[in-house]
T-cell receptor, first 111, second 115 residues
Framework: KNQVEQSPQSLIILEGKNCTLQ??????????LRWYKQDTGRGPVSLTI?????NTKSNGRYTATLDADTKQSSLHITASQLSDSASYICVVSSTGNQFYFGTGTSLTVIP | DAGVTQSPTHLIKTRGQQVTLRCSPKSGHDTVSWYQQALGQGPQFIFQYYEEEERQRGNFPDRFSGHQFPNYSSELNVNALLLGDSALYLCASSLTLGQLHYGYTFGSGTRLTVV
């Protein structure tokens, strides 16, 4: 069964600290993996997209990694800011044109 | 260049009523996908439209229907509303080339509350 699991479910960190969010998937055949940031009540905004051959991709303070062998991805946030408070959703698409969503990690950055 | 535009942003309906949500895709995109996102959950795929036809459908009842117009914009219709239909409805647009989607972009969503 094609699934995407994210951990932790929620996370609270101090402003300025780093954090890492995890995404494990069983989607096959794999096409690409996206990380989205979703503010409360808003639509998801794309942070990174990685294909099978890409191991790392950065977008400012966000760095995503992908291990296609173990089917794991992580999103590392450096020097967190209050505006980073949001849900972070991992989305895996298959070559069959299907998208599979994780339930997200809720991140709260406190001053 | 406008991104994906959804309207209205918020909506309150009564059980049993019907509702229509609208989505204008990002310029250059030809495919529209609709999702339902309950509070605290990830988006659930409803259906996808391409070339004015429903190309894929998720596990939603026939009360959920849609349409795509020649200009690629799309509507989501929900009949006989239930309290459980209360959710954020997201539209995502993309450009389809073969089996791949490019530029998958979400709108800000329509918050539907059924009372």
């Amino acid at each position: 069964k094609n699934q995407v699991e994210q951990s932790p479910q929620s996370l609270i960190i101090l402003e300025g600290k780093n954090c890492t969010l995890q995404c494990n998937y069983t989607v096959s055949p794999f096409s690409n993996l996206r990380w989205y940031k979703q503010d409360t009540g808003r639509g998801p905004v794309s942070l990174t997209i990685m294909t099978f051959s890409e191991n790392t991709k950065s977008n400012g303070r966000y760095t995503a990694t992908l291990d296609a062998d173990t089917k794991q991805s992580s999103l590392h946030i450096t020097a967190s800011q209050l505006s980073d408070s949001a849900s972070y959703i991992c989305v895996v698409s298959s070559t069959g044109n299907q998208f599979y969503f994780g339930t997200g990690t809720s991140l709260t950055v406190i001053p | 260049d406008a991104g994906v535009t959804q309207s209205p942003t918020h909506l309150i309906k009564t059980r049993g009523q019907q509702v229509t949500l609208r989505c204008s895709p990002k310029s250059g995109h030809d495919t529209v996908s609709w999702y339902q996102q309950a509070l605290g959950q990830g988006p659930q795929f409803i259906f996808q439209y391409y070339e004015e036809e429903e190309r894929q459908r998720g596990n939603f009842p026939d009360r959920f229907s849609g349409h795509q117009f020649p200009n690629y914009s799309s509507e989501l219709n929900v009949n006989a509303l239930l309290l459980g239909d209360s959710a954020l409805y997201l539209c995502a647009s993309s450009l389809t080339l073969g089996q791949l989607h490019y530029g998958y972009t979400f709108g800000s969503g329509t918050r539907l509350t059924v009372v």
